[in-house]
Nanobody, 120 residues
Framework: QVQLVESGGGLVQAGGSLRLSCAAS????????MGWFRQAPGKERERVAD????????YYAHSVKGRFTISRDNAKNTVYLQMNSLKPEDTAVYYC?????????????WGQGTQVTVSS
């Protein structure tokens, strides 16, 4: 049973930082990509960043590039999203997700989300 559990959300002032964590369990993720998504009220879900677990290749949405950093700790089976220079528009529920990298497939596994609120 694959399980993704996010943590690290909270309330932060604009310009501040948070680090989100995604603890992954239930299988090996060496052939997976791990992604961070977010959904703000009234908006559709947005892919923020992802990383190939084994190779470390990363993707960032234009809106967060240069401010957010995705990384992983293989020993801890944990993926992180370091968020710096936070803006009020970053306010959203942030979700961790996983998908296989072999084959053209969607993100299959999702966490429950963690709330990030950035005050102005």
């Amino acid at each position: 049973q694959v399980q993704l559990v996010e943590s690290g959300g909270g309330l932060v002032q604009a310009g501040g930082s948070l680090r989100l964590s995604c603890a992954a369990s239930g299988r090996t993720f060496s052939s997976y990509a791990m992604g961070w998504f977010r959904q703000a009220p009234g908006k559709e879900r947005e892919r923020v960043a992802d990383i190939y677990w084994s190779r470390g290749n990363t993707y960032y949405a234009h809106s967060v590039k240069g401010r957010f950093t995705i990384s992983r700790d293989n020993a801890k089976n944990t993926v992180y999203l370091q968020m710096n220079s936070l803006k009020p528009e970053d306010t959203a529920v942030y979700y961790c997700a996983a998908r296989p990298t072999i084959g053209d497939v969607d993100y299959l596994y999702w966490g429950q989300g963690t709330q990030v609120t950035v005050s102005s």
